[in-house]
């Protein structure tokens, strides 16, 4: 089926993405409910997650499930992640990962900590995509405008609140340069690897910093970061042919 897949995974995620996405018809799998439709210039499909990280066994089922049904030309994973500079970076910012760092794998020594899973790097037409980003102006409601960062994200089923470690991460993957983090790109890539998905990519707005994320903004840095992440996912798929090439490919591929 030639549509692209969009997973949430916070409810100011759904809130931010159901705003833009034009529903045409319900379905259900594994009795959940996902939703076909349109999303900028293009066919997509899309599934909202009742928990976040990448360990729970029900989400992974359910949208390897939806994966296997639709056969997708893409996955796209689109929601709130943590930033890693609170210096060059701000509320409402969006990442977009290049490749993800997955930590949960670990080795942990004496003097060191060996993590075991090598960088994965995303799918190449989205991420060339979405590297346009020059035309994008999205202001935050302090009249900033929102900026895209390009680069490696942590990933791993830790919901991190916490200064020490989130640093310490920040430190173990500094070759890397990580520009923030997340829960759910580990699995995304895992179920997109299993069934022949090449194409897939996380993109997240900044919410938080790994630490005080019991703040009194919570909810509306939250809101902030969802709403910025899903406008420039709408922005780049509603540009003229952007993805045609890949919807011929994966069409010829089918056919």
Sequence with gaps: MNIFLFVTANEHERE??????????KSSILAKTYYKGSFGNYPAAYIHMEEQGTTSPAATLLVGELVRELN?????????????????QKIGDVLVSDKILPYDSQ???????IYKEIPKEVGFQLLNAFREYRDWNYFLSNSMKSVVHIG???TGSKLINNYEFRTQLLRDFADNKPIGGEMEAQGIYSISRLHGISEWIIVKGICDWGFD????????????????????CYHI???SGVFDSLVKKNRTKKG
């Design 107 to 113: 080795k942990i020594l004496a003097d060191k900590t």
């Design 16 to 25: 931010a993405f159901e705003a833009k996405f034009i529903n045409k018809e």
């Design 152 to 154: 490696s994200v942590l």
């Design 213 to 232: 994320k019991d703040n009194p903004n919570k909810e509306s840095d939250q809101e902030i970061a969802a709403n910025a992440a899903v406008d420039y």
């Design 237 to 239: 798929f509603s540009r």
């Design 72 to 88: 997708p030309i893409a996955v796209v994973m689109v929601g709130i992640a943590f930033g890693s500079d609170d210096v060059r």
